[in-house]
């Protein structure tokens, strides 16, 4: 089951970052969260994950609170191809399944 | 490198008629495999999933089974297809926690 809460959607201008917020009040302390996208009728795309620090690829920054009850995904500088759902996910270090929730539907704006 | 194929990219299928989708992994060994289903407008549901050959966990209960003959392949099939089954699937694999999945293109499924 999921255990994230994310809000289903978000408007963001091309150009600027997108912050986009994921609740996880239930995690514990060996659970890593994961962040994916999906477009449409694609598989979905790996993009970061991390357990306390914060994380930055070349892709994002993934910013986790220090109770580790939430965290946001950092799209630096949005273009439109980043138009898609974004999934977050805890996922045990022990367990190998990934539950998706229902994920936040991105629209970044001309 | 690691690739993952699945297919066929779309099927369009009867009522009542059979089911196989196939997915294969190169590039590794021993990977753990997983089905998911994505409903039109929805979230992913995780199927079923394989820690190894002739090791499967289901999820949830429904129409719908899967097989790992091969170490890197995973199939997913259905007796007698439902209405209910149409859907979006995606096949997925990775290695032992935490490392990420991986996720094939998927299957769009119309049982008609």
């Known amino acids: 089951d999921a255990k994230t809460t994310q809000p289903p959607s978000m408007d963001c201008a091309e150009g600027r970052a997108a912050n986009l917020p994921c609740n996880h009040s239930?995690?514990?302390?060996?659970?890593?969260v994961y962040w994916y996208r999906q477009i449409h009728s694609q598989g979905p795309q790996y993009i970061i994950h991390?357990?306390?620090n914060n994380e930055t690829n070349e892709m994002a920054s993934l910013i986790i609170t220090e109770d580790r009850k939430s965290s946001t995904l950092i799209l630096p500088h949005a273009t439109l191809r980043d138009t898609a759902v974004y999934y977050c996910?805890?996922?045990?270090?022990?367990?190998?399944?990934?539950?998706f929730g229902t994920g936040t539907s991105l629209t970044v704006i001309p | 490198s690691q690739t993952i194929h699945q297919w066929p990219a779309t099927l369009v299928q009867p009522v009542g008629s059979p089911l196989s989708l196939e997915c294969t992994v190169e590039g590794t060994s021993n990977p753990n495999l997983y089905w998911y289903r994505q409903a039109a407008g929805r979230g992913l549901q995780l199927l079923f999933y394989s820690v190894g050959i002739g090791q499967i966990s289901s999820e949830v209960p429904q129409n719908l089974s899967a097989s790992r003959p091969q170490d890197r392949q995973f199939i997913l099939s259905s007796k007698k297809l439902l209405l209910s089954d149409s859907g979006f699937y995606l096949c997925?694999?990775?290695?032992?926690?935490?490392?990420?999945?991986?996720f094939g293109q998927g299957t769009r499924l119309t049982v008609v």
């Open positions: 991390g357990l306390k």
């Open positions: 996910i805890v996922r045990l270090n022990t367990g190998n399944q990934f539950y």
């Open positions: 239930t995690i514990s302390g060996n659970e890593y």
């Open positions: 997925a694999w990775n290695l032992e926690a935490p490392t990420e999945a991986f």
